[in-house]
């Protein structure tokens, strides 16, 4: 047989005949007369358990190993090789949920309850861009506390059924999706927060949230602003009302502090 007549009866094409020559696993015969390379059964067998072998998985640096092994030897390692592909398959199972988790947007990174929280601001008229700003501050509450998220939630969705949080929201939301850089409305803005953390004051709330330590609410008030610059305008307009921070809200005692640094 020529080599294109091997390469057809086995399944495989001529360029992978020579290829499994240039590696060492099927021997290359000499030519013949005419100055073609003949090819007999036993190359055909020989090719035949290499195609099987490679189509199966098997790396064809150890399909030469197994092409001499007993029965025994081979039996061994076909375990071997079947349990690596095994943990490839879940490797890449797991890479499948993975990308099937990139499609599902806000579940990727967080809990269900933050998911449906994010979905009730939407419901209120928050912006794409706004809801995405605090779908990446949950993601870092999250990572900090996995176990506290359910907790923080119930609170956050009751504040949704108050008209000034709602107008909040869609105030910011008109903000952030603008260009303008010193927006007017950064004053109402800042009108209703300052409003919102007196009432919460007045409540009792303990607004400067001491219990929990200080690098998310720090990560969290640098998010605000790497997102958008003009949220240290709005800090500098509550400094002025009386409040400091951003995501965790303290009084200002000294009139001196209610200027912006």
């Known amino acids: 047989m020529?080599?294109?007549q091997l390469a057809a009866y086995t399944g495989v094409t001529v360029r992978a005949v020579r290829h499994y020559h240039q590696v060492g696993l099927l021997p290359e015969p000499d030519r013949d007369d005419s100055g073609y390379r003949?090819?007999?059964?036993?190359?055909?067998?020989?090719?035949?358990?290499?195609?099987?072998l490679a189509n199966a998985g098997v790396p064809l640096s150890q399909i030469g190993r197994l092409l001499e092994a007993d029965a025994a030897t081979f039996a061994e390692a076909i375990r071997s090789i079947d349990g690596r592909l095994r943990a490839e398959i879940e490797r890449l199972q797991t890479s499948r949920t993975q990308i099937a988790q990139l499609a599902a947007g806000d579940a990727l990174t967080l809990p269900p309850e933050v998911v449906a929280y994010l979905d009730r601001l939407r419901e209120i008229g928050a912006s794409e861009r706004l809801v995405n700003g605090e779908r990446d501050g949950w993601t870092?509450?999250?990572a900090r506390w996995p176990d506290?998220?359910?907790e923080f939630i119930p609170a956050k969705l009751a504040e949704l059924n108050d008209p000034?949080?709602?107008r909040l929201y869609r105030v910011l939301s008109a903000i952030f999706d603008s260009d303008v850089v010193d927006?007017?409305?950064?004053?109402?803005?800042?009108?209703?927060?300052?409003?919102?953390a007196e009432q919460a004051s007045a409540a009792g709330a303990d607004l400067s949230d001491k219990a929990y330590d200080d690098l998310p609410h720090d990560l969290l008030d640098a998010l605000a602003v790497e997102r958008d610059p003009r949220t240290k305008r709005l800090q500098e307009l509550m400094r002025?009302?009386?409040w400091n921070g951003w995501n965790r809200m303290e009084r200002v005692t000294d009139?001196?502090?209610r200027r912006s640094p």
């Open 2 to 4: 020529t080599i294109g």
């Open 38 to 52: 003949r090819y007999g059964a036993t190359a055909v067998v020989a090719l035949i358990k290499i195609r099987t």
């Open 140 to 142: 870092l509450i999250a």
């Open 148 to 150: 506290r998220v359910s």
């Open 164 to 166: 000034q949080t709602v």
């Open 183 to 196: 927006d007017p409305r950064l004053e109402e803005a800042a009108d209703i927060m300052a409003c919102l």
């Open 240 to 242: 002025e009302r009386g």
């Open 255 to 257: 009139p001196l502090d």
